[in-house]
């Protein structure tokens, strides 16, 4: 890899000789199968070059939101080792919330069930932002509540999160029914915007969802990268008991990261809300995607929340598509799939490192 | 510890046990058919699925979110092979079947298990939860198997006859095969398998030194916990005659570990314990007005409860009577760690990660 081919060659032979001959050929399995993969998706793309465009944004803007949703949970767990079971559910009510304040505001107008219906800008910016909040303190008060006093108690901590979302899934049921609809998106925004050197359009906020995902990324690595509370997260993520003892309030930083990761969670919500629909199946949907997501890329690694929330996202929408006619609705199964080629090479994840 | 402590504290297990397991025999005798069906009957099946998870979690360290998955695919292979609406139009005798099922979900286990033995502590909740999940999907999706709607009608052996107008035979069905488990998994314990098993419990490294295979051990004992999730789940499909995706649901999911919670997940017993109040409760509130459909939110703030105030479950709680009166009959206090199963309600949790 590194320098000239001949300095090269003998250094290759002996990183060789130490990789034991199953591991040898688990690695060789797993390149067969992603070769495989990438010359069919090149011949279909290849095949029809429109649907492999329009395929390929659907899965960008889902791994979009993939990622805002992962990138909570995936703070969350790497700063507290707290999985938190609720994520899905906070994605979930986050979703109502906006829809019931939304209709409050519109009248009801604007709403429609999967329509592509679209309301006054403060009518969609007020819900999300009241509705980030919202989920942002119940986060908040469910680890200071709950999780705060059986801290390091990995499993107390997952159940509890459990008994929390078994709670919220319930108590949505019976606040909100269980009818699937949209978010208005915001008459401020074009319906769709033409694509380049061609004569495809696309719709808007899919493309606006990418883009808030991008933004949330590089807000989340600026702060952790360049910031004084970025430097005390990085440096609790390694070793809590020192920080504290540094004479760091790191409850401080704990309760802050929790309700930065639930509003990540109630952002994801109204997005997703807004760009698919809100359901009370969220709740299992959003978990799971998050749990893939930080499981292929490793837990508590942003570059391997988005790594993973791309490998989904593409697997996702190519999957629905490219799959030989009459097997489309086998396509969980690449899921799954992607997930036994991740933990077979690496089991912890692209991105992740030993705790 | 004095000898009478030691009879107290015997006592104390043995005669519940005792009493319980001769309710049980006479059951059909003193409960209506109703309540020996929609709650006994039930409740020895939900316990076998805890069992699977708690013999995972209490012995060998593994706390599975993947074992309702496993009972599923059991399920779904048996009701596949023979006659009934919906699912393959194969109709085969229902006892090959039956065997298939259990088969089939044991190659699952071992597989799944081969993916994630590799991974400890809340990675491997993380990744049987996910895993169990996506399974839900897929039998959701794949109507060639499934679909939403689910197999009905499933053709049974005779001998399990009516579970409505004729619920003994599939009641003391369930009782030997749970009595079985109890039999086999307390017999597992004490052999050189059963010990290694805990050994990677308490110290994977430490085995590791000594030679043993830890991940095939960790596999192996997976492999297991499928065998024994398969017998629910071909006693589940046998007592509904039918399967359906929200059979295997995140929400079955939660229930099976919350009976395990409810019970107590160091303590095999818990299983069936946890089970029956599980089954007794949801009977009982039914007809509640107050509870009425919120059986759910119910459920959940008792498994919260029994999280945070008594980690062990209910077996924890009389495992505390227990020592307090053995204390004070015997007139001083017991030398803890007392000998047998107690061992076990340490928890387990923050077993070490892989190095």
């Known amino acids: 890899m590194n320098g000239a081919a001949s300095a090269a060659a003998p250094d290759w032979r002996s990183r060789l000789a130490t990789v034991p001959v199953g591991q040898l050929a688990l690695r060789a399995a797993v390149a067969v199968v992603v ?46 080792r707290v999985v938190n079971m609720a994520h899905g559910s906070l994605y979930m009510l986050a979703g109502f919330f906006a829809l019931e304040l939304q209709t409050t505001l519109t009248g009801g107008e604007a709403t429609s069930a999967f329509g592509s219906s679209q309301a006054g800008l403060g009518d969609w910016i007020i819900p999300l932002v009241v509705a980030c909040l919202a989920v942002g303190v119940i986060g908040l008060v469910m680890q200071q509540l709950f999780l705060r006093w ?17 709670i919220i899934a319930d108590q949505t049921l019976a606040h909100f029914g269980g009818i699937a609809e949209s978010l208005a998106a915001p008459d ?35 702060m952790i990268q360049r910031t004084r509370f970025g430097m005390i997260v990085r440096a609790g993520v390694d070793d809590r008991q020192m920080v504290s003892a540094l004479g760091i309030n790191i409850q401080l930083v704990f309760a802050s990261a929790f309700f930065l990761g639930a509003v990540l969670a109630g952002l994801g919500g109204v997005l997703g809300g807004t760009m698919i ?40 929408s190519f999957g629905d598509v490219y799959l030989p006619a009459g097997y489309t609705n086998y396509s969980i199964l690449l899921i799954f799939g992607l997930l036994v080629l991740v933990l077979a090479v690496r089991p912890l994840g692209l991105f992740g490192r030993p705790a | 510890m004095s000898r009478s402590a030691l009879t107290v504290e015997r006592a104390f297990w043995w005669g519940p046990g ?63 092979l023979v ?79 009516n579970p409505v107008t004729d619920p003994q035979n599939l009641f003391y069905i369930a009782l030997g095969v749970s009595a079985a488990v109890y039999l086999f998994v307390r017999y597992l314990a004490r052999t050189p398998f059963g010990l290694a098993l805990q050994g990677v419990r308490d110290d994977p490294s430490r085995m590791r030194a000594l030679g043993y295979n830890v991940p095939l051990l960790r596999m192996l004992a997976f492999g297991l916990g499928a065998l024994i999730a398969s017998f629910a789940g071909i006693i589940s499909v046998w ?38 109040v599980f089954a007794a409760l949801d009977n009982w509130t039914r007809g509640l007005d107050i509870v009425g459909q919120r059986f759910n939110t ?22 505390t009577i227990a020592d307090f009166f053995s204390r004070r009959l015997s007139g001083r206090p017991p030398a803890r760690p007392s000998p047998g199963p107690a061992d076990e309600a340490r928890p387990t949790s923050d077993s070490p990660q892989p190095s």
């Open chain 2, 83 to 161: 006659a009934a609406d919906g699912g393959s139009p194969i109709a085969w005798n229902p006892w090959p079947a039956t065997a298939v099922g259990i088969l089939a979900a044991v190659a699952a286990g071992l597989f799944i298990g081969a993916i994630a033995s590799r991974s400890y502590g809340i990675y491997f909740l993380m990744i049987t939860l996910a895993v169990g999940v996506l399974t839900y999907y897929f039998f959701g999706q794949v109507t060639q198997l499934s679909g939403f709607g689910g197999v009905n009608n499933v053709t049974r052996p005779d001998i399990v006859s």
């Open chain 1, 277 to 316: 629909s809100v359901d009370k199946a969220n709740d299992t949907q959003y978990l799971l995607i998050s749990l893939i997501v930080v499981i292929i890329g490793g837990m508590g690694s942003l570059a391997g929340a988005a790594l993973g929330a791309l490998a989904l996202g593409l697997v996702d």
């Open chain 1, 35 to 80: 070769a495989f993969v990438a010359a069919w998706v090149a011949y279909k793309a290849f095949g029809d070059p429109r649907t492999f465009v329009i395929v390929g944004l659907n899965g960008l803007t889902l791994a979009g939101l993939y990622f805002v949703v992962a990138s909570g949970f995936t703070l969350i767990f790497g700063l507290m």
């Open chain 1, 150 to 166: 059986n801290q390091g108690q990995e499993l107390r901590q997952a159940l509890i999160t459990i008994a929390i979302g078994i």
């Open chain 2, 298 to 319: 119910v459920i959940g703030a008792i498994f919260l409860a029994i999280v945070l105030l008594s980690p062990g479950g209910l077996m924890g709680i009389w495992q």
């Open chain 2, 239 to 276: 007592w509904n005659t039918r399967i359906s995706p929200g059979s295997i649901d995140l929400a079955r999911t939660i229930d099976v570990l919350v009976i395990a919670v409810i019970g107590g997940l160091y303590r095999l017993e818990g299983a069936w314990v946890g089970a029956f």
């Open chain 2, 18 to 80: 005792l009493l319980l397991v001769l309710v049980l025999v006479l059951a059909p005798l003193l409960f209506t058919d109703f309540y020996l069906s929609q709650v006994i009957t039930k409740a020895l099946w939900l316990g076998i699925a805890a069992a699977s998870l708690i013999f995972l979690a209490a012995y060998v360290g593994m706390v599975s979110l993947g074992q309702v998955a496993l009972y599923g695919i059991a399920g779904f292979t048996m009701a596949n």
């Open chain 1, 188 to 222: 401020a925004f074009p319906e769709s915007v033409d694509l380049p050197f061609s004569n495809l359009t696309y719709p808007f906020f899919r493309i606006f969802v990418l883009m808030v995902a991008i933004a949330v990324g590089l807000a989340l690595w600026g």
